[in-house]
Structures are given as C-alpha cells and as structure tokens.
C-alpha cells in the first residue's frame, strides 16, 4: 500500500500540500473505498491505529464544531461501550465519560479493564488544536501528559482535508502506543484490534453526525 501510495504521487495533484506526509495522508484517504474506516497494526513494541472518515460538507462549515473541544465530553464517546452490529459481550477497557481543562490544553481519559488489571485508571492527553480554517491544514494533534503503569507512550493526530472539487473533507487520524509488556505479548491481537477499531470508527461516527446537527 504504502509503495503504491508514492507511485500514485509522482502524478497526484496532492503535492499542493507543502508537506509530502500530508499529501501521503490525503491519498490515502482518497483510496479508502468504503468510510468511516479503521485498522489497527503492530509496529515495532507499539500500536499504530489508523482512523478515515468522509464528512459530505465543505469544511468551513465542520470547524466551529471541530473547535468547540469545551463540548467534546458530550458527544465524542457517545455509544462507545456498546459493541457495533448488534455483538454481545463487553470491550477489554471500558472508557468513563471525558472532562476536558481547557485553560490547560488537557483531556482526561478514565478508564477500567474489565477482565485484568482491576481498578479505576486514569491519563492525560495535552493537545493542540490548529483549527482555525487559515492553516494550510487543520489540525488536532495530542500526547500523553506523563506515562502510565500501562500506557507508556501515547499521541495521535487528526488532520482535516478538504476534497478537490467537493463539498466534503476527510478526517484522518493516526496514532501510536506503547503499552505494558503485558498487554502488547499475552493479549491476542484480534480482542486488541476489536476493541480500538470499533471504537474509533464509533468516535468517526460521532463526529460526522455532530459537524451536520
């Protein structure tokens, strides 16, 4: 994917983009066939999560929701602990409602797992948000504020594209985590990739049905 990804860029009128990651991430948005989309990979001792959705509006009307992070614990775990299609049973974390400090740029993320590692658990995610509409690209980028018994690194990107010749943009999201040895060796990942790749296509869907309320 990724080879057929810089072939497509020698000809792609991405290289608009100043940055050759952004045009990278872009076409491979525009390749994703069927949104929201999500995938989940080991890469080395950590997780790579990747997140794509398309939103049918021009992106200047998406921002003030985009940027409204204040309102973010309303909506963005909406459903998040109920499994997709209908499936029964429970995800390994189950995730508490978020409470953003804006004053400090910081999102708590409470959590507890539900069959190890008993006990109510919590981190903080510093972010910074460059969602004006005036950027060359719109983004949301976090990281974790100090490591964690189990999260040891954590950080993520959003990045909103404008389609050419649409009135629509993409979301996509990368991110990245080191977790206990544990958990990266002993825990099979199909329960892993289940339980972050519903998730983030949940959050997608969320954030496509905020922008167009």
Request: glycine share 6%.
């Amino acid at each position: 994917m990724f080879g057929l990804l810089l072939g497509l860029l020698s000809f792609s009128s991405t290289f608009a983009f100043e940055s050759p990651a952004d045009a990278l991430r872009y076409e491979e948005a525009r390749l994703t066939k069927k949104t929201p989309y999500a995938r989940l990979i080991k890469d080395g001792r950590s997780y790579r999560l990747l997140g794509i959705a398309k939103v049918e509006m021009p992106l200047e009307k998406a921002l003030p929701a985009i940027r409204d992070i204040a309102s973010y614990p309303d909506w963005t775990w909406e459903r998040i602990n109920k499994r997709r299609g209908g499936k029964s049973g429970r995800y390994l974390v189950h995730l508490e409602p978020l409470k953003v400090e804006l004053e400090k740029n910081l999102i708590h993320v409470r959590y507890h797992l539900n069959r190890f590692f008993k006990g109510k658990r919590h981190f903080g995610m510093r972010y910074i948000a460059a969602l004006t509409g005036e950027e060359e690209v719109s983004t949301l980028a976090m990281t974790i504020r100090k490591p964690t018994k189990l999260v040891k690194e954590l950080s993520g990107e959003i990045r909103f594209y404008p389609i050419e010749g649409e009135d629509a943009f993409y979301i996509h999201f990368v991110g990245r985590t080191k977790v206990h040895w544990a958990i990266y060796y002993l825990i099979p990942l199909r329960f892993v990739r289940v339980d972050a790749e519903e998730r983030v296509l949940t959050v997608l869907e969320n954030a496509v049905r905020r922008v167009n309320r």
